[in-house]
């Protein structure tokens, strides 16, 4: 049996993605790290798409606007898994950060021990939500320790 | 911060350009030139191509060589290296993929049936926004040409405000009025709509009013300064941007294909495409797509760009008022700050240079679609170097042809310009310009009396050398602009478009087009 002391969760709050986070706050045992990788996509980068007629005020007023959003976001959702994780006694580690979702995780599992990469399985092409996949192929190939896909909730 | 990064590419891109301004200039690119018949812009080929070339030679080799220090002189400097990666593109686009492009699919219309180049508008224009498309998407921008093409901006902005030189008062007051007309009922009509429409698909407030701006107001640009005001949430964010996107490239393509099918002039396209299209800059781009050698129809466009334009602050006050007022939140809305936030400033721009231009300081002043009336004898006619004489006075068989068809006329006043035009052979004012194009253009003389009455207008009007510099200056700032532009339009954003807002926007963009093409096509004209 692989120890998993050390789990590296990769989750944005969508369904499959709290599902993992139920997993992963279940398999990593009391004494435990679970690192959370939340990666803000970097096609935030393109947002601003092809304004041309705003001033410069208004872009950064629109840029400030954005990333105080998904910040807010992130932190609500960081402070829910803070309190599951502090429940069952298992530090928690958040890390966040821009990119492409399989790049960050591969980097990621890369830095530290981990002994288990947990992700959400990849949401149904009908059902709403960002497109942001995980390169789940890539993942595989390229990441060294096990990856658990955890099945969406039906 | 040091903004300046170690690059040879600078240098390297200045180096291709003198080198090929030079080729041009010794005649070693005679051969292709001539395949491509590109000999008229074989002047711009060199003046450009040292200019820009020379430009980049130096500062790319400051690049290389001197150490940079902090301050605004440095970021100036850096965005040299982007500005010539756009130039460079904009170049190979216009003077070689575009008449490729237009041999290729000459040589292809036996095989195909039809001339697929010009069937898809495949102009430099177009080009030029795919290969920026192309580098963003697949290649990536390099780091050293990022502040620089952000500049791209800034060249459309001043395409529009120099576009400001070749209105004449009459034409600006005739496409004021109708676009006022046409992009306030559409406009106000694709924002009811979405409300409408968002409030019977149950869609959170601050989506509807972050959508309605982008789809009803100037796409992304209606969407980066609604967003904030409307309180929109991330991922409502990313679905209208990634739908106005798609939507405005979709439609950039679309509407110059349909503009010609249906044999559209330059009035109703550029009234068409100035109202259907969401993206502002897509409207530029349809619009010198349907019209690439020419700029009537970005005149037009523009003036309804820019009467859109002028609405965005008064809707996004709309919708700061419509949402504080449905959410109860304790945003507070102050009507001045915004009116004079979102207000574009470079409008003004284009409303002085218009000023400027009335004045007759770039031609004289009343000049009509760039040009001004002048009917004198040195004007008409003129003595080459080798002595021959070029007269653009009517000639005798042509007052004869029109002798036999002034019966047809039934007006006094269309008469009686007739009358003086065959007895001084040139057209004696402007009044009588006005009244001879109004019998050309209701086809009242058979082909060749029209054709003599055009040839007598053609003869009077004569386009003022610095209008001539403007029109060049404006398609190059467009050209610019654009390209980058298309390189700013990430795949991955519009892969975002999905959800309530791309139904919503499927069947509102929809209806604007289909219905701005119905309105244009029964009450615009081609003639203001």
Same mark, same amino acid.
Request: aromatic share 8%; hydrophobic share 50%; with cysteine.
């Given at each position: +049996?692989?120890?998993?002391?050390?789990?590296?969760?990769?989750?944005?709050?969508?369904?499959?993605?709290?599902?993992?986070?139920?997993?992963?706050?279940?398999?990593?045992?009391?004494?435990?790290?679970?690192?959370?990788?939340?990666?803000?996509?970097?096609?935030?980068?393109?947002?601003?798409?092809?304004?041309?007629?705003?001033?410069?005020?208004?872009?950064?007023?629109?840029?400030?606007?954005?990333?105080?959003q998904?910040?807010?976001?992130?932190?609500?959702?960081?402070?829910?898994?803070?309190?599951?994780?502090?429940?069952?006694?298992i530090?928690?580690?958040?890390?966040?950060?821009?990119?492409?979702?399989?790049?960050?995780?591969?980097?990621?599992?890369?830095?530290?021990?981990?002994?288990?990469?947990?992700?959400?399985?990849?949401?149904?092409?009908?059902?709403?939500?960002?497109?942001?996949? +995980?390169?789940?192929?890539?993942?595989?190939?390229?990441?060294?320790?096990?990856?658990?896909?955890?099945?969406?909730?039906? | 911060?040091?903004?300046?990064?170690?690059?040879?590419?600078?240098?390297?891109?200045?180096?291709i350009?003198?080198?090929?301004?030079?080729?041009?200039?010794?005649?070693?690119?005679?051969?292709?030139?001539?395949l491509?018949?590109?000999?008229?812009?074989?002047?711009?080929?060199?003046?450009?191509?040292?200019?820009?070339?020379?430009?980049?030679?130096v500062?790319? #080799?400051?690049?290389l060589?001197?150490?940079?220090?902090?301050?605004?002189?440095?970021?100036?400097?850096?965005?040299i290296?982007?500005?010539?990666?756009?130039?460079?593109?904009?170049?190979?686009?216009k003077?070689?993929?575009?008449?490729?492009?237009?041999?290729?699919?000459?040589? !292809?219309?036996?095989?195909?049936g039809?001339?697929?180049?010009k069937?898809?508008?495949?102009?430099y224009?177009?080009?030029?926004?795919?290969?920026?498309?192309?580098?963003?998407?697949?290649? /990536?921008?390099?780091?050293?040409?990022?502040?620089?093409?952000?500049?791209?901006?800034?060249?459309? /902005?001043?395409?529009?405000?120099?576009?400001?030189?070749?209105?004449?008062?009459?034409?600006?007051?005739?496409?004021?009025?109708?676009?006022?007309?046409?992009?306030?009922?559409?406009?106000?009509?694709?924002?009811?709509?979405?409300?409408?429409?968002?409030?019977?698909?149950?869609?959170?407030?601050?989506?509807?009013?972050?959508?309605?701006?982008? #789809?009803?107001?100037c796409?992304?640009?209606?969407?980066?300064?609604?967003?904030?005001v409307?309180?929109?949430?991330?991922?409502?964010?990313?679905?209208?941007?990634?739908?106005?996107? *798609?939507?405005?490239?979709?439609?950039?393509?679309?509407?110059?294909?349909?503009?010609?099918?249906?044999?559209?002039?330059?009035?109703?396209?550029?009234?068409?495409?100035?109202?259907g299209?969401?993206?502002?800059?897509?409207?530029?781009?349809?619009?010198?797509?349907?019209?690439?050698?020419?700029?009537?129809?970005?005149?037009?466009?523009?003036i309804?760009n820019?009467?859109?334009?002028?609405? #965005?602050?008064?809707?996004?006050?709309?919708?700061?008022?419509?949402?504080?007022?449905?959410?109860?939140?304790?945003?507070?809305?102050?009507?001045?700050?915004?009116? *004079?936030?979102?207000?574009?400033?470079?409008?003004?721009?284009?409303?002085?240079?218009?000023?400027?231009?009335s004045?007759?300081?770039?031609?004289? !002043?009343?000049?009509?679609?760039?040009?001004?009336?002048?009917?004198?004898?040195?004007k008409?006619?003129?003595?080459?170097?080798?002595?021959?004489?070029?007269?653009?006075?009517?000639?005798?068989?042509?007052?004869?042809?029109?002798?036999?068809?002034?019966?047809?006329?039934?007006?006094?006043?269309?008469?009686?310009?007739?009358?003086?035009?065959?007895?001084?052979?040139?057209?004696?004012s402007?009044?009588?310009?006005?009244?001879?194009?109004?019998?050309a253009?209701?086809?009242?003389?058979?082909?060749?009396?029209?054709?003599?009455?055009?040839?007598?207008?053609g003869?009077?009007?004569?386009?003022?050398?610095?209008?001539?510099?403007?029109?060049?200056?404006?398609?190059w700032f467009?050209?610019?602009g654009?390209?980058?532009?298309?390189?700013?339009?990430?795949?991955?954003?519009?892969?975002?478009?999905?959800?309530?807002?791309?139904?919503?926007?499927?069947?509102?963009?929809?209806?604007?087009?289909?219905?701005?093409?119905?309105?244009?096509?029964?009450?615009?004209?081609?003639?203001i």
């Amino acid at each position: +049996m692989f120890k998993t002391r050390h789990i590296l969760l990769a989750s944005h709050d969508t369904d499959g993605a709290r599902a993992a986070e139920k997993t992963a706050l279940a398999l990593c045992p009391p004494g435990g790290t679970l690192h959370h990788l939340i990666v803000v996509p970097d096609f935030w980068k393109g947002m601003q798409g092809d304004d041309w007629l705003n001033n410069a005020s208004t872009r950064d007023i629109f840029g400030r606007y954005v990333e105080n959003q998904l910040e807010d976001e992130i932190r609500l959702h960081v402070q829910r898994l803070q309190k599951l994780a502090a429940k069952r006694r298992i530090r928690y580690r958040p890390d966040m950060t821009l990119g492409k979702p399989t790049d960050c995780l591969i980097e990621r599992a890369k830095r530290t021990g981990i002994d288990l990469v947990v992700i959400g399985s990849p949401r149904p092409r009908s059902k709403a939500g960002l497109r942001s996949r +995980m390169d789940t192929e890539k993942l595989t190939r390229a990441l060294r320790v096990p990856l658990l896909i955890v099945p969406r909730p039906k | 911060m040091i903004y300046t990064k170690k690059t040879p590419w600078t240098l390297i891109m200045g180096v291709i350009m003198v080198a090929y301004a030079y080729m041009v200039s010794a005649g070693m690119m005679e051969p292709l030139i001539k395949l491509l018949h590109t000999g008229k812009h074989a002047g711009e080929m060199v003046t450009l191509g040292y200019w820009f070339g020379g430009i980049a030679v130096v500062v790319g #080799l400051w690049q290389l060589l001197a150490t940079p220090k902090q301050g605004q002189a440095d970021y100036y400097i850096s965005t040299i290296g982007g500005l010539m990666f756009i130039m460079l593109i904009a170049f190979v686009v216009k003077w070689g993929l575009d008449p490729m492009m237009g041999l290729w699919g000459k040589n !292809a219309e036996p095989a195909l049936g039809f001339n697929f180049a010009k069937m898809l508008n495949l102009n430099y224009v177009v080009m030029g926004i795919i290969a920026g498309i192309i580098v963003v998407n697949v290649f /990536k921008i390099p780091e050293w040409a990022q502040n620089g093409v952000r500049l791209s901006r800034l060249g459309l /902005k001043t395409g529009v405000i120099l576009l400001g030189t070749l209105y004449s008062l009459a034409e600006l007051a005739q496409l004021g009025k109708l676009s006022v007309v046409l992009i306030g009922f559409f406009v106000l009509g694709s924002v009811g709509l979405v409300l409408w429409m968002g409030a019977r698909r149950n869609i959170p407030n601050s989506m509807g009013g972050v959508l309605s701006a982008g #789809l009803g107001v100037c796409g992304v640009s209606a969407a980066v300064a609604a967003a904030p005001v409307v309180q929109a949430k991330s991922t409502e964010i990313a679905y209208t941007i990634g739908t106005i996107l *798609l939507w405005g490239i979709l439609m950039m393509f679309i509407f110059p294909i349909v503009g010609k099918a249906m044999d559209m002039g330059p009035i109703q396209f550029g009234a068409w495409a100035g109202t259907g299209i969401l993206n502002s800059a897509q409207v530029a781009g349809a619009a010198l797509a349907f019209q690439p050698d020419g700029i009537e129809t970005l005149k037009v466009a523009e003036i309804f760009n820019i009467t859109r334009v002028l609405f #965005l602050p008064i809707i996004v006050l709309w919708l700061a008022v419509w949402y504080v007022k449905r959410e109860q939140t304790d945003l507070k809305v102050n009507l001045g700050e915004v009116v *004079l936030g979102k207000f574009p400033v470079f409008v003004l721009g284009f409303i002085l240079m218009f000023a400027l231009s009335s004045t007759g300081v770039f031609a004289p !002043a009343q000049h009509y679609k760039g040009k001004f009336f002048d009917n004198s004898e040195a004007k008409l006619v003129k003595t080459d170097k080798e002595g021959k004489v070029h007269s653009k006075l009517l000639k005798d068989e042509e007052v004869a042809t029109l002798q036999a068809e002034v019966g047809k006329v039934q007006r006094e006043d269309q008469k009686a310009a007739i009358a003086r035009l065959m007895e001084n052979k040139k057209t004696m004012s402007i009044d009588d310009d006005t009244l001879l194009r109004g019998v050309a253009n209701a086809k009242i003389l058979s082909k060749d009396g029209n054709a003599i009455l055009k040839k007598a207008h053609g003869a009077v009007y004569h386009t003022a050398g610095k209008i001539k510099m403007f029109r060049n200056l404006i398609a190059w700032f467009f050209t610019f602009g654009l390209v980058g532009l298309g390189m700013q339009i990430t795949m991955a954003s519009i892969k975002q478009a999905g959800g309530q807002p791309l139904i919503i926007g499927t069947v509102v963009g929809a209806t604007k087009a289909i219905g701005a093409l119905i309105v244009v096509m029964m009450f615009v004209h081609e003639t203001i």
